[in-house]
């Protein structure tokens, strides 16, 4: 079958151990199941890898790839839940120690065919297209769980969110928008920001700016360049929830003093539950929610897509179709 692999790892180069060809077909163990993709899409978790952050090397040649969707051996049209709990663990699988997504352990989705546990298999809902199926379940997950279930805002609340084109960050805005919440985005990029206004976010700020007052959540995944702004942005007792550090995971100030004077909550918060994405696609059809999608391409074409994200050039999800 075609599908996008990680061959070797650079930190520096992260394209150059991309590779874009024929790997075997997947086999399904007992209790799997092979998906027949129709759309799948990217995410900085591939590039990552490919940066060798988050898979050993010793597990190369990796099939990338956390987001699919298509058709399973029963015919049923299926979104693919991309955590995978270790073997006999019960409840909350993104509490499981030893859980590992799709493209760590086991070959994930950038590719015609996967093998995945049968409880990760979510109905996807006949309002979503593929390609829109496709966008839900890491970067769209990570938001819903971030917005829903980490943050402890109710509608009417004001929430920043650090960033205002990537995956993660649309969702934030589209799916707080569809809830109630006031969505407030910070970009590098003044259009990248009036962008997400259009896409219902209340307003844009410059990266950095002094907002007109303090806001009750702060939805961080940009880490180092824009810690110190999400702590002084927080009203006393307000939350961050933190899910990635794109430009690093190092700040310049940890900002200690400020988090226990102002009693800030820190919450860490890392994709969802398989209930969750179930919830989160029925969500996203009832509100009418059409997923921000950058671009659509066949998977032959997969290393532009790659070239886009790695460039920082994304506005959504990038999504590939077979
Ligand atoms: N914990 C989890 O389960 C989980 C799940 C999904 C993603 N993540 C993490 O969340 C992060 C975002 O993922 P994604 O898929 O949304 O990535 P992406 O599509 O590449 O988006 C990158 C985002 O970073 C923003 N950004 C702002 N300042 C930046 C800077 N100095 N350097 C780089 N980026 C900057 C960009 O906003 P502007 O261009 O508008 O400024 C954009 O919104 C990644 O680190 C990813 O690993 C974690």
């Known amino acids: 079958m075609l599908a996008v692999s990680a061959v070797s790892q650079s930190a520096d180069d992260p394209l150059s151990g991309l590779e874009v060809g024929e790997r075997p077909d997947p086999q399904a163990p007992d209790g799997w199941v092979v998906v027949d993709l129709r759309a799948c899409a990217l995410n900085h978790h591939d590039v990552w890898s490919l940066k060798g952050v988050g898979l050993p090397a010793d597990r190369l040649p990796m099939v990338l790839g956390c ?3 298509g058709v399973s051996d029963d015919g049923a049209e299926v979104v693919v839940h991309a955590v995978v709990p270790s073997p006999g663990w019960a409840g909350d699988e993104t509490l499981d120690p030893r859980r590992t997504l799709l493209s760590e352990l086991h070959d994930g989705t950038l590719a015609e065919r996967v093998a995945v546990p049968r409880r990760n298999l979510v109905p996807k809902p006949e309002g979503l297209s593929w390609e829109q199926a496709a966008c839900l379940p890491t970067a769209w997950l990570t938001a819903y769980r971030m917005l829903f279930t ?4 109710a509608p009417g609340s004001t929430v920043l969110v650090q960033g ?4 993660v960050a649309t969702a934030l805005v589209q799916l707080g928008t569809a809830a109630g919440l006031r969505m407030w985005v910070t970009s590098r990029d003044g259009a990248r920001g009036e962008h997400a206004v259009a896409l219902g976010a209340d307003r844009a700020f410059e990266s950095g700016a002094r907002l007109p007052e303090r806001v009750d959540a702060v939805m961080e995944t ?3 360049a824009t810690w110190s702004h999400s702590v002084n942005s927080l009203r006393p007792g307000g939350t961050i929830v933190i899910s990635g550090a794109t430009s690093g995971d190092a700040p310049a100030k940890a900002e200690l003093t400020k988090i226990f004077f102002k009693q800030l ?3 860490g918060s ?3 539950t398989r209930d969750e994405l179930e919830r ?3 969500f996203v059809v009832d509100a009418g929610i059409e997923p921000l999608v950058d671009s659509v391409r066949p998977l032959a074409q997969a ?3 790659f070239t886009r994200m790695v460039a920082g050039s994304v506005e959504g999800k990038v999504v590939f179709t077979t």
């Open 280 to 282: 989160l696609a029925r």
């Open 222 to 224: 940009v880490g180092a």
């Open 67 to 69: 987001d699919g969707a």
């Open 265 to 267: 909550r820190v919450v």
């Open 270 to 272: 890392t994709m969802g």
């Open 303 to 305: 290393r532009e897509g």
């Open 164 to 167: 205002a084109a990537g995956g």
């Open 150 to 153: 980490n943050a402890a805002v």
